[in-house]
């Protein structure tokens, strides 16, 4: 598929967690098979500023391409500014956050409360995509709670104001995590533009990767949660989207093996004390589902150096043959 002008060869694609999704994890998700990933969400107003911690966030890998740039904020002219900066760091995409749940991000009047306001969301990807030399997506969900489900109405403004693509999460607001996930609105977001629509909400594996492709005749699925401590969920999806062959989950040696790798990555980009705190919940992430994880996981919680996590993987290891 194409997203403008960028060529994207894959339907699974790394969804932007903020606090999860950095260069180390969007490059071991790219080695396994994501066809497009993203960086965490970065506030416009902070990018205009100059703040360091949101520069940071912005940093793309030749690694990781294509790769989107994800912003939020609710002022067209800040977040249409805070575009030649965004620039510097030359991302494929533009990625406008329209499905941020978190009470701190909708509480600025960002994220998902930008559906309550059709028309200020359509004024931010209008000013966006005067401003960007790349595609501009947009990332929403169904719609603030379930009395104004309006994805459609929303994604027709946003495909009216230039928008290339659209990402829909088939859960309210309201519903934050919580299920069900509902493909019907995904589907209908599909009948209603001409432009990709990407479905995201509880993939978890090549079935039901193929279940929202089927149901809703989205043109990709993005994967979210499901990947946490699982980068090997994108080649699981891509050997079942293009061979229907069901990939088991990787024996334990092989989970301890990719943790090591992934948090050895994140210290090499980021030192090893602040690494090491930040890998904390990834490695707990590793461990789930085997046998003794509640232990391995307080463990973990404690570590601070990548010696104790490899000490500790050993063991897991050794106990789980």
Known sequence: MKIGNVEINGKAFLAPMAGVADMAFRELCVEYGAALVESEMVSSKGITMTDRKSRELLVLSEKERPAAAQIFGYDPLIMAQSIEAVMEFKPDIIDINMGCPA???????????????????????????????????????????????????IAKRIENAGALAITVHGRTRDQMYAPPVNL??????????????????????????????????????????????????????????????????????????????????????????????????????????????????????????????????????????
């Not at 309550?116 to 401003?131: F, G």
């Not at 789930?288 to 601070?304: D, F, L, Q």
């Open 103 to 153: 009470p701190k991000i909708v509480n600025n009047k960002s994220g998902s409360s930008l559906l309550r306001d059709p028309v200020l969301a359509e004024e931010i990807v209008r000013a966006v995509v005067n401003a960007s030399p790349v595609p501009v997506t947009v990332k929403m969900r169904a719609g603030w709670d379930k009395d104004s489900i309006n994805a459609v109405e």
């Open 184 to 321: 019907d609105i995904i589907r209908d977001v599909k009948s209603a533009v001409s432009i990709p629509v990407i479905g995201n909400g509880d993939i978890t594996d090549g079935l039901t990767a193929a279940k929202m492709l089927e149901y809703t005749n989205c043109d990709a699925v993005t994967v979210g949660r499901g990947a946490l401590g699982r980068p090997w969920i994108f080649s699981q999806i891509n050997a079942f989207l293009n061979h229907e062959t069901l990939v088991p989950e990787p024996p334990v040696s092989e989970r301890m093996r990719v943790m090591l790798k992934h948090v050895n990555r994140i210290c090499e980009y980021k030192g090893e004390r602040i690494g090491i705190r930040e890998a904390r919940k990834h490695a707990a992430w590793y461990t789930k589902g085997i046998r003794g994880t509640a232990r391995y996981k307080r463990e973990i919680c404690a570590i601070e150096s990548i010696k104790q996590l490899e000490e500790i993987a050993y063991t897991i290891v050794v106990e789980n043959q």
